[in-house]
T-cell receptor, first 113, second 111 residues
Framework: KAGVTQTPRYLIKTRGQQVTLSCSPISGHRSVSWYQQTPGQGLQFLFEYFSETQRNKGNFPGRFSGRQFSNSRSEMNVSTLELGDSALYLC????????????FGAGTRLSVL | DQQVKQNSPSLSVQEGRISILNCDYTNSMFDYFLWYKKYPAEGPTFLISISSIKDKNEDGRFTVFLNKSAKHLSLHIVPSQPGDSAVYFCAATTTGNQFYFGTGTSLTVIP
């Protein structure tokens, strides 16, 4: 069974631009969560989608948004990029969310210049 | 507000000895705890979990201990192997809610 796939693996953007990251979950998994990892901050929860609906949301500004498609694939978008948005963005999928074990992709490394 | 804390950013242990990684939490409503391991350039992978109704869970060389009164959990690796060198994250959750992760502890097992 294929794992969680995130594309692209690396991105370089400049301040003020916007970016879209993609996540394909494990087949059959309906819950997708997104995290931001920065040095010293660990994994910070962004949001979770289940059956195309945002079910939980972390404490991030509205510049961070996401969506989920009917095939459970998910995208997250960051608008008006800031230098502080430079981070590793991780996507995790699980069968139905809740306390299900989450399986992570390798992440997208975003650098904002 | 960091609800899950790993106060040791790094730990070095000799091969064959015990590695003990610690994690503290502040939310007494957390009822499920997990440990993940992360190698460079890879996503975190699930290692072991424990429900709040237990105080210990074992899986091979890995044992997780939960002390609810102290709001503390620990991961014991015995014996430690060089392949265990990685960053370890603890995580906690309540039913139906998000996972809260710690900041990670980088374990180095010295051959």
């Amino acid at each position: 069974k294929a794992g969680v796939t995130q594309t692209p693996r690396y991105l370089i953007k400049t301040r003020g631009q916007q970016v879209t990251l993609s996540c394909s979950p494990i087949s059959g998994h309906r819950s997708v969560s997104w995290y931001q990892q920065t040095p010293g901050q660990g994994l910070q929860f962004l949001f979770e989608y289940f059956s195309e609906t945002q079910r939980n949301k972390g404490n991030f500004p509205g510049r961070f948004s996401g969506r989920q498609f009917s095939n459970s694939r998910s995208e997250m978008n960051v608008s008006t990029l800031e230098l502080g948005d430079s981070a590793l963005y991780l996507c995790a999928s699980s069968l139905v969310g809740g306390q299900d074990i989450q399986y992570f992709g390798a992440g997208t490394r975003l650098s904002v210049l | 507000d960091q609800q899950v804390k790993q106060n040791s950013p790094s730990l070095s242990v000799q091969e064959g000895r015990i590695s003990i990684l610690n994690c503290d939490y502040t939310n007494s409503m957390f009822d499920y705890f997990l440990w993940y391991k992360k190698y460079p350039a890879e996503g975190p992978t699930f290692l072991i979990s424990i429900s709040s109704i237990k105080d210990k869970n074992e899986d091979g060389r890995f044992t997780v201990f939960l002390n609810k009164s102290a709001k503390h959990l620990s991961l014991h690796i015995v014996p430690s192997q060089p392949g265990d060198s990685a960053v370890y994250f603890c995580a906690a959750t309540t039913t139906g809610n998000q996972f809260y992760f710690g900041t990670g502890t980088s374990l180095t097992v010295i051959p």
